[in-house]
């Protein structure tokens, strides 16, 4: 996928960027800012177009029986477009070295992953409900690794 490409090379340009920035005893927020804009920009575009054609896409691409999956795509494409803009910033608390931070919110994604999957299931909900509160945990517990990073790049 060419986003999970943008969403490598932004990893590894933050992660040079963060170091740097530790090492120079520095304020990184305005690359973080930068970075957050055009991760954002990019998986916005994604997702808009996901959420537009994925269904038709899928069905005209592999048949009618995978329109379901665009289906799918539709419900998730939120949480990808968080996930863009969130993994390269994941590991700024780990370079700043706020591991007691990272763990809290490591915690806090085993919690949301394990209600939104079982808790549905549990009332007997349809896949597409649990794919919805799965989407819609993953993309807060995302949204916690942004200001996570946000937070490191300031104290650094």
């Known amino acids: 996928l060419p986003t999970a490409l943008f969403g490598r090379v932004a990893a590894s340009f933050f992660q040079q960027y963060l170091g740097n920035s530790l090492k120079k005893k520095h304020d990184a927020t305005k690359g973080i800012l930068g970075i ?13 177009v996901t959420i537009i054609f994925a269904p038709d896409f899928f069905s005209l691409t592999f048949g009618t029986s995978w329109r379901s999956a665009g289906e799918a795509a539709q419900i998730l494409a939120p949480m990808y477009c968080m996930q863009l803009v969130a993994a390269p ?16 919110v490591e915690i806090i994604r085993l919690l949301i992953v394990c209600l939104s999957i079982f808790v549905p299931n ?26 996570a990073a946000f937070r490191s790049a300031r104290t650094l």
């Open 122 to 147: 549990y009332f007997e909900y349809s896949p597409y409900y649990v794919l919805g509160t799965y989407s819609i945990g993953m993309t807060l517990v995302y949204a916690l690794y942004v200001l």
């Open 36 to 48: 957050t804009f055009l991760l954002g920009s990019i998986g916005g575009i994604t997702m808009i």
């Open 89 to 104: 910033l994941s590991q700024a608390q780990i370079i700043a070295h706020r591991m007691s931070g990272q763990i809290k």
